[in-house]
């Protein structure tokens, strides 16, 4: 799951990024507006977290800006207290949340957690697919009801199937969505392939059915339709 910081308070901005990247999240933090736009241009988020007033403009725009891209990624506006009419604005136009400062970091991870439910599996808090069940709060993954152990980007990867079931994810896509920017994608080419084989040898192990097919020259399918 990506999650955007637009933030220009720097200790606020650290231990969200430390804490929600701790919580399995892998998140990246901008200062600026203009930052914030260029991001958002190149990259895809599921979560974007947008403080309201930043040095070089307004929050508000930057979702305007999302709408305007057709971002699908869930939005929540940091706001400060007194500041209703920003954060009316804000859900407005199209923002999810909003959260008024200062807040408890678990708070905000409860918001992330239920508009990523929303927007991928229609709020339920457990995807289920035959075989597989994924509690999304626990982030604990069975086959047949045993539980399956995996990595966080081996996780990552299952929903991100799951959210792309029967179609064809590009490698550039399972890239993006496993390290964002913070990697050469010709190095992580390999790093996919290597998780994708893990994810698929245990759910293997614990009977499920064999989901994951690779189409030559384009990237993977999880195909439930075997
Ligand atoms: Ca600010």
């Keep these: 799951m990506k999650v955007l910081i637009i933030e220009d308070e720097k200790a606020l901005a650290e231990s969200v990024e430390q ?34 007033g930043l040095p070089d403009g307004n929050g ?22 007194n500041n209703l009419k920003d954060r009316i604005d804000g859900l407005e136009i199209g923002a999810d949340d909003y959260l008024t400062k200062p807040f408890h970091l678990s708070e905000l991870n409860a918001r992330i957690k239920s508009i990523i439910r929303r927007r991928s599996f229609s709020g339920s808090k457990e995807v289920v697919c035959n075989e597989i069940r994924i509690d999304l709060d626990s982030m604990n993954v069975f086959v047949n009801d045993q539980p399956l152990t995996l990595t966080k980007k081996e996780y990552d990867l299952l929903l991100f199937f799951l959210s792309n079931k029967n179609r064809v994810v590009t490698k550039e896509s399972i890239a993006e969505h496993l390290w964002g920017d913070n990697m050469d994608l010709v190095d992580s080419y390999d790093f996919i392939y290597t998780h994708i084989k893990n994810l698929r040898r245990k759910m293997l192990d614990k009977g499920a059915n064999d989901y994951i097919q690779t189409i030559y020259g384009m990237g993977y399918k999880f195909n439930l339709t075997l």
């Design 19 to 52: 804490y929600l990247n701790q919580e399995g999240y892998r998140s990246e933090k901008v200062a600026g507006f203009n930052q914030a736009r260029e991001k958002i241009n190149l990259y895809n988020y599921d979560c974007i977290i947008v403080d309201i």
């Design 60 to 81: 508000l725009d930057i979702i305007k800006e999302l709408k305007q891209i057709k971002s699908d990624a869930g939005i929540i506006i940091l706001s400060a207290r």
